[in-house]
């Protein structure tokens, strides 16, 4: 009644809806109810946290979030409210895979079996290539992940399938880690099963380590993450240059995944905090 009554008197609409105009009026004129209330400031609350995370997160980490700040909350009325509002989470499309396999080279051995679960920090990492769709052309993207923390530690961008984007990406992980022993990851593509990129690992201590072919399973971990940046970035921005690109993925990576954006493997700790967490325990 109160939408329409600019439209329509309010005793027509009260005749109509068999109620009576002054109950309307006692209805309008009562305080807002204790939940309604707290209704208001929890919705303002999570639309803050909707576009801090870029309108990526759902109901699970913004519910997640919420309890970070002490706020006592159900995820049911976290679903509720944000439903009311509109918001919505970013969903997980299509999976995209730029392997090209080199009969030439002999794939290192599989040592992680699809046991992606490290124990500690730079005992496995795990790696991929992706591209990202520019005006100018593809840009294609590798990266190194800590299995345990689920933190991109290594990266890097050519404009072709080159070894020499994994290898980039390797020796910035390499540069920020300082690792000993640590078994890498990925699949066969050319790019990993190359000479260039075996005597690599060699020199640096780093144990190889490769997938089956075509089974997405042997990577699950890179492939999560390249679902994560598809539907989060990629799928919700058009770049006009690979410039423009690089800045994009450098700012999801460093300026969210890594250090906000709340993981449920990791109990909804970012790759940091759950990092920040290990070494204050140990």
């Known amino acids: 009644m109160s939408a329409h009554q600019a439209v329509f008197p309010i005793k027509t609409m009260a005749r109509v809806f068999k109620v009576s105009a002054?109950?309307?009026?006692?209805?309008?004129?009562?305080?807002?109810?204790?939940?309604?209330?707290?209704?208001?400031?929890?919705?303002?609350?999570?639309?803050?946290?909707?576009a801090a995370s870029r309108k990526t997160y759902g109901a699970p980490r913004i519910h997640a979030e919420l309890k970070a700040e002490g706020v006592a909350i159900g995820k049911k009325?976290?679903?509720?409210?944000?439903?009311?509002?509109?918001?919505?989470?970013?969903?997980r499309r299509r999976s995209?895979?730029?392997t090209r396999r080199d009969p030439a080279h002999r794939p290192p051995n599989d040592l992680v079996r699809r046991n992606f679960f490290g124990e500690k920090p730079n005992e496995l990492w795990v790696a991929d290539i992706t591209f990202v769709p520019t005006l100018?052309?593809?840009?294609?993207?590798a990266v190194v992940l800590?299995?345990?923390?689920?933190?991109?530690?290594?990266?890097?961008?050519?404009?072709?399938?080159?070894?020499r984007v994994v290898l980039d990406a390797l020796d910035m992980a390499?540069?920020?880690r300082k690792p000993e022993n640590v078994i890498h990851h990925s699949d066969q593509g050319s790019q990993y099963t190359s000479l260039a990129f075996g005597n690599r690992c060699k020199d640096a201590g780093v144990r190889p380590s490769a997938g089956s072919v075509g089974d997405a399973y042997d990577n699950a971990m890179c492939e999560s993450f390249f679902a994560t940046l598809e539907c989060e970035l990629l799928d919700r921005n058009r770049f006009r240059s690979h410039s423009e690109a690089r800045m994009a993925v450098f700012s999801f990576i460093e300026g969210l995944y890594n250090p906000s954006r709340r993981h449920s493997a990791l109990g909804y700790l970012s790759p940091i905090e759950y990092e920040r967490l290990h070494h204050e325990l140990t």
Not at 77 to 91: E, T
Not at 146 to 160: C, L, N, P
């Open 146 to 163: 800590d299995a345990w923390s689920r933190r991109i530690v290594g990266w890097a961008f050519s404009a072709d399938l080159k070894t």
């Open 22 to 50: 002054s109950g309307y009026y006692a209805w309008r004129g009562r305080p807002a109810s204790a939940r309604a209330t707290a209704d208001v400031d929890l919705t303002r609350k999570i639309r803050t946290i909707h």
């Open 96 to 98: 995209i895979t730029t």
């Open 77 to 91: 009325r976290v679903a509720r409210l944000m439903g009311a509002a509109g918001l919505v989470g970013a969903s």
């Open 136 to 141: 100018a052309g593809f840009l294609f993207l």
């Open 174 to 176: 390499l540069a920020a």
